[in-house]
């Protein structure tokens, strides 16, 4: 299964063909070795194993973003009540 993850460029090195990318918070460097498309500091683009995969559309960025978001809280909240669980045992 290949999952890639909606970011947003925030600078792009046209030397080394790389972007810094916003990830849910976190900035890393992608290549954009794997782009055919013209890409632009505020495009959001999808982000698979430190490539540049494709854009997609900010609104779509946005709604994955955030069911990312709940998936995480979701995850955090499970793992508290197992620790709840372990802890009365």
């Known amino acids: 299964m290949c999952l890639a993850i909606p970011s947003k460029v925030i600078s792009i090195n046209l030397e080394t063909n790389m972007a810094t990318l916003d990830t849910l918070g976190v900035k890393r460097e992608a290549s954009l070795d794997l782009m055919q498309d013209d890409v632009v500091v505020g495009d959001f683009v999808l982000l698979h194993v430190g490539y540049i995969m494709g ?5 779509d960025a946005k709604e994955s ?13 499970e793992e508290e009540e197992l620790q709840k669980i372990n802890n009365a045992n």
């Open 65 to 77: 973003l955030k069911l990312y978001a709940q998936m995480v809280e979701a995850i955090k909240e």
């Open 55 to 59: 854009k997609i559309d900010e609104e």
